[in-house]
């Protein structure tokens, strides 16, 4: 059976027949990945009303992609207080807003409790309130730096009050790509493991992929296949985001910027690959607003959210600092062809706009 027939009918491919893919004519792909799509979602375009909060930008670690650390590029090191941290919750609960998305550098000064007890203040106000908060990267750094095993830090934020996890610092799981760009934080391995027991308490969280950089087309794929196998196992990860690399302000000399095409590709691609991740987030904030809408066609069925203010990839020239305007975002998804689903953070459906 030839990969399209085995697309069609639902099969599993292999490595080699998803590399292959990117040999075939991109609406040929658009095609093939929205079989997936509309079998799960029908013509539904998930997003929720949320908040990024990145309250530290001082960091152990040097990654060359990254323009937020301040000692890089960016000269304005910062720590919040976590008053001024619970002053924008307050703010935010009272605007209806459902989730704070909390994530930040690896700030070997300010003690464990800074990180964690923060999030036993703001259940502790708004028990409705989702958070997603550290990505397996801080995990990783808070385990190493405090002297404590994944399992205790895991423990210690659900005590908290974490919800879910988000799928940051996973960039490229391909060893040689991952030395080059982000030696010595988290390893591909370590950021499965800290997934992996994640899952295991029955929590659910993210998986991102920065591509767009010095990766080929065979890590990308190797990096879906590293996610496939572990979803087989624990069924943990509701979202899969690729994140188009962002070049401004930061140490990775990429000279030549990926294609709108490739992305969509890229998109579509692992739409077929992951067929055990129910969701695909074509986020705005790194690929625009606009090739996020057209992301539809090709695979992705949520847009992410409004945002509201974000840091980490609008230091590196995304135009995210400042989210987007709900309605206006509701009226690009409907005028795109879509409906419009305002989700909860696990995906359960809250409103049709
Ligand atoms: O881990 C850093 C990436 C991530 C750059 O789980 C860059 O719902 C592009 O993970 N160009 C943080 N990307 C963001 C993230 C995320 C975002 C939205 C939703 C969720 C979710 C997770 O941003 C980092 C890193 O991979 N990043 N620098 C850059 N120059």
New binding site residues.
Partial sequence: MDVIAKIEAGERITFDEALALYDHDLFVLGELADIGRKKLHGNKTYFNINRHINPTNICKDVCK????SASRKNPQPYTMKHEEIMEIVDDIAKRGIKEV?I?SAHNPDTGLDWYTTVFSKIKAKYPELHI?AL?A?EIHFLSEEYEKSYDEIIDIMIENGVDSL??????IFDEEVRDYICKGKVTSEQWLEIHRKWHERGKKS?V?M?FGHVEKRKDRIDHMMRIRDLQDQTGGFN?F?P?????EN?YLNVKEFITAHEILKTMAISRIVLDNVPNL?A?W??STVNLALVAQEFGANDL?GTIEKES??SA?GAKSAHGVDLQEFVDLIKDSGFTPVERDSLYKELKVW
């Fill in positions: 992609f990254c323009a937020y998305h994530v997603k990505t990267a988000p799928g940051g610092g996973a960039e993210n991102t920065l979202c985001i994140l188009v690399y962002q070049s930061n987030k986020y904030v790194t992410d980490i990839n590196a």
